[in-house]
């Protein structure tokens, strides 16, 4: 990530209200390349292993 990346993501106000700065389902999922596991998991259910 670029520094303007990070000002302009900054300024969506998104990263501070999240516990890591990012959330998978919403504006932070541009910065992801590569998910490994269950994406519910990720935003913390992981609904297929609940199942």
Known sequence: MTS???????????PLERGGGYAIQEIGSIFIRKIEGDFFGIMGLPVYELV
């Open 4 to 14: 303007s990346e990070i000002a302009a993501y900054v300024k969506t106000g998104e």
